[in-house]
């Protein structure tokens, strides 16, 4: 794992505000779901050394997560939601000199600007002035500042936001490229769970000051082994009255839709239903396992009523 923790609690003065924190992370992209002060910000604090845990202890590649050792930060990257562009600056002059914030030589920050700016779409718009750069660009130049050092471990706050539909899809393939063919751990925090969905494979969730969830995406979305998804075409009263005379257990009815769930037992499978149902003339559109969303995971563990911000 590139990132470990246990046993992290953070406290600013008498408010506890991370407890008893665990949490494992491979090198892939990591969605982070939580409502507002569930402990998502302090924590990113905390692995960046901003703050000092009261106990707990943790690693990030060779460095103890705690120290003073700031050499961590060389191999971080982050993207915040806000603008932190200077004013007066092309987005040559802007990433090289983050690129030299964060300890490269000048000709190499340089020639690694003039790198990325063409690997996030601003390669022929990279001598412009940052003051007419669209919403969009401002996006992606903030995506090349996070990434121009080639950092481990980069966190993304709110990366598609302000961008239409075309600019949030290339975003995201984008992120997604960058996990995938650069081999490095991203940390996703969006309040879009589409965008989490679309573009990372674990997911985190906290709330409450603690993690409530996390693994592998594909894992906790896998539903029920014995639970179905049916739609029929018509008639979607009679198709429950017949399946639960048949000693079939309908669990769920979508309320504008004839969309039910079916959850079968051990002795009953998939084609025995779908013969009763044809054998009263009943059309079925669609019958297949039932899996999560997960917006539907995420409000499994978060405490109703939460808003899933940032």
């Avoid at 470990?4 to 991370?18: E, F, H, K, P, Q």
């Avoid at 969006?190 to 573009?199: G, K, N, P, T």
């Avoid at 896998?222 to 029929?232: D, F, I, M």
């Amino acid at each position: 794992m590139l990132l470990t923790i246990r046993n992290l609690s953070v406290s600013y003065g008498a408010n506890r505000v991370l407890d008893q924190i665990n949490l494992e992370l491979p090198n892939c992209a990591v969605g982070l779901l939580g409502p507002n002060g569930a402990g998502k910000s302090t924590l990113i604090k905390a692995i960046l050394g901003l703050l000092r845990p009261d106990s707990g202890e943790g690693r990030f590649l060779d460095f103890q997560i705690g120290s003073d050792d700031k050499r961590i930060r060389q191999y971080v990257g982050y993207m915040p939601e806000s603008d932190c562009l200077i004013p007066g600056f092309n987005a040559i002059q802007y990433v090289s000199y983050c690129a030299q914030l964060n300890g490269m030589e000048y000709r190499e920050a340089f020639k690694r600007a003039h790198k990325v700016l063409y690997l996030v779409g601003l390669g022929e718009a990279r001598y412009r002035k940052l003051d007419t750069y669209s919403t969009g660009m401002k996006q992606r130049l903030k995506l090349a500042q996070a990434i121009v050092h080639d950092p481990y471990l980069l966190f993304l706050d709110e990366p598609t936001n302000g961008l239409d539909p075309d600019g949030r899809e290339e975003m995201l393939d984008l992120i997604r490229q960058i996990a995938e063919i650069e081999d490095r751990c991203i940390i996703l925090s969006s309040h879009l769970m589409r965008d989490v969905e679309r573009c990372t494979e674990y997911l985190v969730i906290m709330d409450q000051q603690q993690i409530k969830c996390q693994g592998y995406i594909r894992e906790l979305c896998a539903g029920q082994r014995n639970r179905y998804r049916l739609r029929v075409h018509q008639r979607p009263g009679e198709a429950i009255e017949v399946l639960t005379r048949n000693q079939f257990q309908v669990e769920y009815q979508h309320p504008r839709e004839p969309v039910f769930e079916v959850l079968l037992t051990e002795d009953q499978n998939p084609r025995e239903l779908f013969a009763l149902l044809i054998s009263v003339g009943i059309q079925i559109r669609q019958l297949i396992p039932r899996h999560f969303t997960v917006e539907e995971v995420y409000r499994k563990h978060v405490s109703i009523g939460g808003e899933n911000g940032t």
